[in-house]
């Protein structure tokens, strides 16, 4: 089973960097289940769904693989904590599909497309206060770290909607939304993962650093699909952030050079035919090699963090993950 596909069992292959921490994911998942539970069924419908349908589950599996890194011996703490950060992106997922007007999630009908509005919207927030239910057991930092994730969120999701089909859009803009929308749930999971294992400040700041740069790579290889696909591997149709207008790397590179690509990015509802003239110019430039080269030096760069770690098999684990990610650039 591939990393990008979910969360292992403690059984799985032992090639996957995640089968150190197989036990607790497997943990993470019960623990998501319970937290999902409700007396109105149709919030916990949806909620179950969501986690049902699985996700790569990576910023659980950076907690837990930084905490035990770090020197973490008891995961309970790690494990709720990983719990609450997978049921903020999960409530980010509810919401952006709102805002997006997204009808496919994980290669299924989105919970808007199956729900409508009204119970997608609300069951976010649902998500939102489970979390902070389990985030605000612990002391101030982890809560304020939370918090301070929560509103980079927000504040880049509302960044990304004022360069909606903007010509305007900058390789900086793009950045900024990246780092907020992405890499700052990323890092605050690196983060609490060597604060829970009692790590000293300058190695909590370091792999803050890990996980953001992680993050904003991750960001770019998404990006990258949506253009090459296919389908059956971003579970949802090739094309979308064109498609939905939304400044995705490619685009923002692509745009000064390639009239096709303009042409789709600024109208209101493009053509089926306009969505793929401007595909086929994207994967005909040097555009997606650029795009590959950026995320390669982000993967990198969060790689050299590792260095501040001691040896162990889980600094290895954490070392093959990121190769993982690299490797989807291919």
């Not at 799985?12 to 007396?39: D, I, M, N, Q, Y």
């Not at 005909?284 to 501040?308: N, P």
């Amino acid at each position: 089973m591939s990393l990008f596909s979910g969360p292992l069992p403690a059984s799985a292959p032992s090639l996957s960097p995640l089968r150190l921490v197989g036990e607790e994911l497997v943990r993470v998942e019960r623990r998501l289940l319970e937290l999902v539970s409700s007396t109105e069924p149709g919030l916990q419908q949806i909620a179950t769904n969501l986690i049902e349908a699985g996700g790569k589950r990576l910023r659980p599996a950076l907690v837990l693989l930084v905490f035990r890194a770090a020197g973490g011996q008891d995961p309970t703490d790690a494990i709720d904590v990983s719990a609450a950060l997978e049921l903020i992106h999960s409530a980010t997922l509810l919401h952006d599909d709102i805002i997006d007007a997204g009808h496919t999630r994980r290669g299924q009908p989105s919970p808007l497309a199956r729900h409508g509005i009204a119970l997608t919207l609300v069951t976010g927030d649902f998500l939102f206060s489970r979390a902070f239910g389990v985030a605000g057991r612990f002391d101030e930092s982890i809560v304020g770290w939370a918090a301070e994730a929560c509103v980079s969120l927000s504040e880049g999701e509302v960044m990304q909607q004022r360069f909606w089909r903007n010509p305007s859009v900058t390789i900086d803009d793009y950045l900024e939304i990246a780092a907020r929308k992405t890499a700052a749930l990323f890092s605050q999971a690196a983060r609490i993962g060597a604060y829970l294992a009692g790590s000293p400040p300058a190695l909590v700041e370091g792999m803050r650093s890990l996980g953001f740069e992680i993050g904003m790579g991750f960001q770019m290889v998404d990006d990258l699909l949506d253009v090459t696909g296919p389908a059956s591997v971003i579970g949802k149709p090739v094309g979308g952030d064109l498609r939905e207008g939304t400044p995705a790397l490619p685009t923002v590179l692509g745009l000064g050079s390639l009239p096709e690509l303009g042409a789709a990015f600024v109208a209101e509802s493009p053509s089926a035919q306009q969505i793929a003239s401007a595909l086929g110019a994207l994967r005909a430039s040097g555009v997606l090699d650029r795009v590959r080269e950026l995320a390669a030096e982000r993967i990198r760069a969060g790689a050299a963090k590792l260095a501040l770690l001691p040896a162990s098999p889980y600094r290895s684990a954490l070392a093959q993950l990121v190769t993982d990610l690299l490797e989807r650039t291919s």
